[in-house]
């Protein structure tokens, strides 16, 4: 039994760490194409771009586990059961889920490991992902032209290129406006071609240009009608221009480390504690502040203070109903439009204050549900590789192929759906429509009893993937000469 497990087991190795290198790169793409106009252009050197993907890597890593797990279980049992292997060790009297016995351990292993992952390592790697990421982002680019559009990269100038020679990185066609000294456009000057090189320090950026002519004019003052206007013309001209904050500079790391992402468990129910603290505290001030009727606002008082023996002499029983009558005077016209008065004032500055609180209270309950989010999150995506190994293996067992044909293609629709549903109950939690919990456990609860009805029918050798179980049942459900006809034009493609 030793030797099987440890044959079943270098079956799955294999795999495994290939289709997990496989999805990781995938995933590596997908984030390349997503900043890629934030990395291009930046004259970045490649340790910092090797530093940015490896960082990058190591935040793809929860949602690969699951992924390589599912393709690597499906590929395993679907070319044990393609060579027959599964048929002779069910035949010497194994179960499948002995067969599956080592692998089960292997999973759990995998689970506790990206549970680790998750909570330790992935809050540190966020954080210099982030940093980096940001500091990246604030980089200047080095000069990046684009032909017929204006560029204010030059610290004092705008530039526009009418072409660009890639093969010689001429400049033709450049129209330059000089706004150094606060000028607006005073200075303009009109250029055939030129080159742009920037020093070795990279202080200054060096423009070349020829055969052009400069225009200038001077500040308009009041009380003036004319102005002098100068035209001068060049056969070369060289702009050098000073380049502030040109080298990379990275930012503090201590402005990031405080966010959801950077977190781990116990870090996250604090500052999750604190919030909801804050948040309670925030929403009973706004509730006493605002004014209602009389006797409103003495119940909401003696709740909000939690004053037992204030809120019994206030108990719901005894205000059923009020009578807008007895609030107004009884005879008295004269005194009712007052009333009206001071209850529309009251009205309009509830509002006001609704509208002004409302969206700050919104903000603050979002960054609540983004801590709680993530804490779950650590647990899901952990528990998402068990759940994709229960689905992976008796699937790959009841179809019955290997390789990276039918498995990829299942593993991708079976990955599909639970990101769609893993979205959907997260954007509910998100929004307060569903429970936190529910929404952030909706995928596990919709694909955990499948992985168990799977694992039931192929430890019961279930015909469930069988072409002869479907066309059986077709014949139950639709006309006889219909099916005729599809079994017909079946043969006869067959013999072609």
Known sequence: MKRLHWYVF??????????????????????LWKYVDDLVGKGLDWGILAELLFYATFGL?????????????????GELGENYELVAMK?????????????????LLITGTAFFFANYILPHTNLRFTTLLWSVKEQRPE????????????????????????????????????????????????????????????????????????FSEESMESGKTNYPFRRDRFY?????????????QRRDENVFRNSYRMLNIKQLMYAKDSLETDYKLRVRNFVLNTRYMSHLNLRLYARMMKNDSLLASYAADSIKYIDPAILLPGNNMWNRPEVFHNALYTARNNFQEINNI??????????????????????????????????GAPLGAIIRKGGLGMPVVVSILL?????????????????DVWNMTAGMWFSTFVF?????????????????????TYTNFLRKILPAGLIKRFLKHEDITTDQ
């Open 415 to 431: 990955f599909i759906l639970y990101y769609i549903f893993s979205m959907t109950g997260e954007k509910s939690a998100r929004e």
């Open 236 to 248: 070369k001209q060289v702009l050098n221009v000073r380049v502030m904050n040109f080298d990379f």
């Open 448 to 468: 955990l009893p499948v992985g168990i009805f799977l694992t039931y029918k192929a430890v019961t050798d279930s015909a469930i993937m069988s072409a002869e």
């Open 358 to 391: 409302e969206n700050n209270l919104y903000g603050r309950k979002r960054r609540i549900n983004a801590h709680s989010m993530e804490f779950h999150r650590k647990f899901t995506l952990s528990f998402a590789v068990l759940i994709f190994f229960f689905i």
């Open 61 to 77: 890593l929860p949602f690969a586990f699951p992924l390589a797990m599912l393709l690597a279980s499906i590929m395993t049992f």
């Open 143 to 214: 000069m990046v032209l684009q032909e017929g559009v204006f560029t204010s990269d030059i610290d004092g100038y705008s530039v526009r290129v009418g072409k660009i020679d890639n093969k010689t990185n001429t400049l033709h066609d450049i129209l330059i406006y000089d706004h150094t000294n606060n000028k607006t456009n005073e200075s303009v000057t009109v250029a055939d071609s030129g080159f742009l090189n920037i020093t070795e320090d990279k202080n200054y950026m060096v423009l070349t240009l020829y055969n052009g002519e400069n």
């Open 10 to 31: 270098k079956t799955f190795v294999g795999p495994f760490f290939m289709t997990f290198f496989i999805c990781v790169f995938i995933l590596l793409m997908q984030f």
């Open 91 to 107: 035949s010497s009297g194994i179960s499948l889920f002995r067969i599956m016995k080592p692998l089960i351990l292997v999973a």
